[in-house]
């Protein structure tokens, strides 16, 4: 047990590096794919901590996405020409970091009004804030206003998203499996009983949404060095249920099935490219038939919270 | 007298226009078995929920060995030694009877996210402590065999006595049980009101029990108090109680009210 968890996090980022380095003998279109697997991954497991893990319903992840996103690349941009080739790394790493502190900081101004409320009611809240900074996004010339952000440098390998990916799965995880992260399953369990024995839900519940505000943000940051664009309608609520699909698809509250379900809904659409104008409808029967048979997610392998 | 473990000082609490609990008081004394009896919609669960943080009286005063806890959080509450179980039994649906023990301890772990993400020595040390005490606990009350299964596939009694175990992982002075005898059959009663002597004896807190059933509460308690339509209507020891008429007239009823 000594240490097992960091070593799989080193572990897990020399491999994404490593892989990186060698990225060239890769087709581009199965790389970029490859890059959106990781992103994904990241959305998914720390929208799982919320929704997850902790019981909370958030529609809302897909706002932290563009907040990180649109604060990256808005430093990068700024400030690429003058930082000069070899510190560009430094710089990404910055943007990035920026990206999912602000967007932390966004996750707690949502998470301490809303926690008063509880299921459908916050459901609703965090649905009303995403659409809130979309529309900032949309009218602020200062971030492009509707044509949003071009020119984006592309910084974003598969180094770099598979490396935050696994560092992801390793903060949510390490966090849950201990004495502390059980009171995040105790909340989402039953608040009364679990604040009848010490546990402080407010507490849990605002840190929950904070440290998967701050990784969607990083996600987002990623997100925008991959695609170079950045639009505001890119971060509708239809992006927000595409992470909740992801989430309910792997287990709630299940870290593997949760990563399963990240990889398989960003392939199955590419997949399902030959077939054109019906792709979006049989990805969505697909949904349905799994949510018919699979109600308690897809892969249920595995003890709740735990990655082994 | 010296100050007692808890004392309620005419607490009042008024839901609108009803007075659910009226100026009530009550004190337990250290290492004291207190219970608390009346009939249905006396007010029982609702001072439970006062003494516990989770309702604020309207008027009055509760104190915890002599400091006042109007206004403090349950969880808070809990950390300054109120511990409780559930009248409909409340335990961590998706986690191990382990795991449900384990959480109850982390109130008084001062863990915090870094310790958990980095994982030294410390944590792992404070990590193997909470097992290995979750695990002394469970022995205690012969749950050990069960460590690993879902708390909700226990049988009914079992889930009962882990809700105590949950409790007592808390490490209370004060105890208090709504009605854990409800949904019980004789044998399992009987077993009860072992348990609840010795879990009194062995962790020397005091307990507050509310009790539907007469037996249970006049086979353990040193004193009790009787609700009934918010007001205490009588208070003393299991013999005066089972003499006193008040308490007759409002289990039974008077014969002006079977006239009527």
New interface residues.
């Given amino acids: 047990m000594r240490g097992k968890e960091k070593i799989f996090l080193l572990v897990a980022i020399a491999a994404a590096v490593g892989l990186s380095m060698a990225s060239s003998i890769f087709n581009r279109y199965y790389l970029g794919i490859a890059v959106d697997v990781g992103i994904n991954i990241i959305l998914a497991v720390s929208l799982n901590l919320i929704n997850g893990h902790t019981g909370q319903f958030s529609l809302g992840h897909a706002g932290f996405m563009a907040v990180g996103g649109y604060t990256a690349a808005k430093l990068t941009l700024v400030f690429g020409a003058s930082v000069p080739p070899a510190m560009q790394p430094l710089l990404f790493l910055a943007a990035i970091l920026l990206g999912g502190t602000v967007a932390a900081v966004a996750g707690l101004a949502v998470g301490i009004p809303s926690l008063r409320l509880r299921g459908d009611y916050l459901a609703i809240v965090t649905l009303g804030f995403g659409e809130i900074i979309r529309v900032i996004f949309q009218t602020s010339e200062f971030f492009g206003a509707a044509t949003g952000l071009t020119g984006i440098t592309k910084m974003t390998t598969l180094g770099w998203a598979w490396a935050f990916a696994a560092i992801t799965v390793y903060v949510v995880a390490c966090i849950v499996n201990s004495t502390y992260g059980r009171g995040f399953i105790a909340v989402h369990d039953d608040e009364i009983a679990a604040s009848a024995m010490g546990i402080n839900p407010t507490r849990y519940k605002v840190t929950a949404f904070v440290i998967g505000a701050f990784f969607a943000g990083i996600a987002g940051a990623l997100y925008a060095h991959h695609k170079l664009v950045l639009k505001p309608d890119g971060f509708d609520f239809v992006k927000s249920i595409e992470i909740v699909v992801m989430v309910i698809l792997g287990g709630m509250g299940r870290t593997a099935g949760v990563i399963l379900a990240a990889i398989i809904l960003t392939i199955l659409p590419e997949l399902l490219r030959p077939v054109a104008e019906y792709r979006m409808i049989i990805y969505s029967l697909l949904i349905i038939a799994l949510m018919l048979t699979r109600p308690q997610g897809l892969f249920t392998f595995g003890k709740k919270g735990a990655v082994k | 007298m010296s100050v007692p473990m808890l004392e309620l000082d005419k607490v009042t609490i008024k839901f609108g226009g009803l007075t659910a609990v009226c100026e009530l008081d009550l004190r337990i004394g250290e290492r004291e078995l207190v219970g608390l009896i009346g009939p249905n919609g006396a007010g029982k669960t609702t001072a439970f929920n006062l003494i ?1 943080g ?1 309702y604020q009286p309207t008027s009055g005063n509760i104190a915890l060995c002599g400091e006042n806890t109007v206004g403090i ?4 509450l ?2 300054r030694g109120i ?2 179980t ?1 009248q409909n039994i ?6 191990s009877v382990l ?1 449900n023990v ?8 001062a ?3 870094s ?3 980095w ?1 030294g020595r410390a ?2 040390e ?2 193997a402590r ?1 097992e290995h005490e979750a695990l002394e606990l469970l022995k205690i009350f012969n749950l050990d065999r069960f460590a690993e299964a879902d708390g909700k596939s226990l049988p009914y009694g079992d889930q009962r006595r882990l809700e105590i175990v ?2 007592l ?2 490490k209370p002075k004060l105890l208090l049980l709504d009605e854990p005898a409800a949904g019980m059959n004789p044998t399992e009663k009987e077993q009860l009101m072992e348990l609840i002597r010795f879990v009194k004896d062995k962790f020397r807190i005091a307990v507050l029990l509310v009790e539907h059933d007469m037996k249970v509460v006049m086979g353990i308690c040193e004193r009790i108090y009787v609700l009934d339509y918010g007001r205490k209507i009588a208070e003393g020891t299991p013999e005066q109680i089972r003499c006193d008429p008040k308490v007759i007239a409002a289990y039974l009823g008077t014969e002006d009210e079977d006239d009527a």
Avoid: C, I, W, Y
């Fill in positions: 516990t989770v959080k349950p969880h808070v809990s950390l511990s409780r559930f409340r335990l961590f649906a998706s986690m795991d384990r959480t109850a301890m982390q109130g008084n772990r863990q915090r996210v310790d958990a993400l994982r944590f792992r404070s990590e909470v949950r409790a992982a808390t």
